[in-house]
């Protein structure tokens, strides 16, 4: 099994290095583990990523960033699940979400709807349990549930493993919702007074892989974007360079995929001495 072979892998004295890609309390086994040989372990690991939309973000901004947390059905390390919105337009927002996830068409994949469909179900029944667990957790916790819920998606079979899409309103940080990596399709929006409020939102959690900014002035989102603490940040697109390096700060991580970086992490230094010419 995986926890097995990785074990094997990260003690064993002749693995010179592992990379994990996982979650968060996986990669933390594997550093302890790889420490045994001194060997090299690098990771990427899970998120709880944020856009900070700023006062003078538009409408496509909002829809743009809100559901990007349903691709992959919620199941993407750097799904952005929190959405920082400024108080002076805030219930605005959540209903310019709301729309947008009310639009969301859940459906089977064998259906005869399945090409007319956005999202399906989510990969087993542990996940499903898991995202269950959180909604009702945030319900629980005082948070307003906006859309979504744990009624099964309209047209959906009873025994399959689908997600309404779910939005949550006035989130606090400390809530567990805001704090956990669900991993499946819900969105918590968090209100916030002051820029700089909205940045320390965003960078309160022990993740930093992901991260998001949207306005209408792009260099004003870009000096917003300087200041968190994540491995990637968006700025008003969802576009990567295929030469951007990808991974986390903080226990999203210490890997990088992709570009010159992500070839890096396998590579050693040798220095090879020898005489001077005559």
Known sequence: TGPKVGEVLATHPLVNMVSFT?????????????????????TELG???ATIVLPDATTDQIE???????????QSCDALGRMVAPASRYE???QIARAAFENIKVVE???DNADRGDLGPVASKTQFDKIR???????DEGARLVTGGLEAPPDTPASGYFIRPTIFADVRNDMTIARDEIFGPVLCIIPYESEEEAIDIANDTIYGLSNAVIGSDQ???MRVAAQLRSG???????????RAPFGGYKQSGDGREIGVQGLEDFLEVKSINRPKAK
């Open 64 to 74: 743009m960033m809100a559901t990007h947390v349903l691709g992959n059905s919620g």
């Open 109 to 111: 994949a064998s259906s």
């Open 92 to 94: 605005e927002i959540v």
């Open 133 to 139: 667990s959180y909604i009702q957790i945030g319900i």
């Open 47 to 49: 998120g709880r990523s």
């Open 22 to 42: 996982g979650s968060t309390d996986v990669g933390r086994r594997l550093h302890s583990l790889g420490a045994s040989t001194v060997k090299r372990v690098r």
């Open 232 to 242: 990637q940040v968006y700025v008003n697109t969802l576009e990567r360079s295929p």
């Open 219 to 221: 260099e004003h989102a």
